[in-house]
Nanobody
Framework: QVQLVESGGGLVQAGGSLRLSCAAS????????MGWFRQAPGKEREFVTA????????YYTNSVKGRFTISRDNAKSTVYLQMNSLKPEDTAVYYC?????????????????WGQGTQVTVSS
């Protein structure tokens, strides 16, 4: 069982930055692919970015490429999402998720554990 706790959300002006953190319980963090997803009001939850379990490969949805960076610190069992040049359309609840998956995946159905989410609001 893995428990995930996100932090770092908040209110920021357009063009600003935030860094989200997701701390995981358990001693097998390094074996999990990690992902960030988001859900805006009235919309379905969508994939944002993921990092692999084995070689730190990353993948980003097109709308955040060049602005967001995912990273992981296996010693701290934590995954991060650095968000720069934020836009109002980035406003959403952001969730981290863990997948028992060798490599990385964008498919929500393959993620086994989810955090409770953290609100990110970008004002114009």
């Amino acid at each position: 069982q893995v428990q995930l706790v996100e932090s770092g959300g908040g209110l920021v002006q357009a063009g600003g930055s935030l860094r989200l953190s997701c701390a995981a319980s358990g001693r097998t963090f390094s074996s999990y692919a990690m992902g960030w997803f988001r859900q805006a009001p009235g919309k379905e939850r969508e994939f944002v970015t993921a990092i692999s379990s084995s070689d730190d490969r990353t993948y980003y949805t097109n709308s955040v490429k060049g602005r967001f960076t995912i990273s992981r610190d296996n010693a701290k069992s934590t995954v991060y999402l650095q968000m720069n040049s934020l836009k109002p359309e980035d406003t959403a609840v952001y969730y981290c998720a863990a997948a028992r998956f060798r490599g990385l995946t964008t498919s929500q159905g393959l993620y086994n554990y989810w955090g409770q989410g953290t609100q990110v609001t970008v004002s114009s």
